[in-house]
């Protein structure tokens, strides 16, 4: 895929520009992902009393999934004409709506909601973003994501 220029992304604004590729969240990514965090809530990391729940099983820590998207977002979505590096420039709005079962598949999908020229170097945009969870008829997570891009 060519790069986008500063006129394509701003033609491009209110439309889907990537999908990402299937991520597996299974156990033990979720148990790592704990260790680091110094989140071991037994609906994380103990199956057999996380059967119990009201999951019926482990589920994936919100701020795993929320995680994902740096990596979902590198497989999905297209280059920036003359970037020199893009920072996460944080979210306006995040909701978990759905618990991610141990051993499910997400993917994101990223709608470009707008496009703002921060100064010569810099471009700022925003994702309306979603998680969707395969087979699942709810989302994991939706989020407004914005990226700061500087530009040579």
């Known amino acids: 895929m060519k790069s986008l220029t500063f ?3 701003q033609a491009l604004t209110g439309t889907e520009i990537g999908v990402s590729d299937w991520i597996k969240v ?5 148990d790592a992902f704990g260790t680091v965090t110094f989140d071991m809530q037994f609906i994380h990391t103990d199956p057999v009393q996380a059967k119990l729940s009201p999951f019926s099983g482990t589920i994936a820590h919100g701020f795993l999934t929320l995680s994902l998207l740096s990596s979902m977002a590198f497989s999905a979505m297209p280059k920036i004409e003359g970037t020199l590096a893009s920072l996460n420039y944080g979210f306006d709005k995040i909701r978990f709506l759905n618990p991610v079962p141990s051993g499910a598949r997400l993917r994101a999908r990223f709608t470009l909601t707008s496009v703002e020229c921060k100064s010569q170097d810099r471009l ?14 709810k989302p994991a997570l939706i989020a407004d994501w ?5 530009l040579a």
């Open 7 to 9: 006129n394509d992304l």
């Open 26 to 30: 299974d156990q033990a990514m979720i």
């Open 124 to 137: 700022l945009l925003t994702n309306a973003t979603v998680v969707e969870i395969e087979d699942a008829g």
């Open 146 to 150: 914005l990226t700061l891009y500087f």
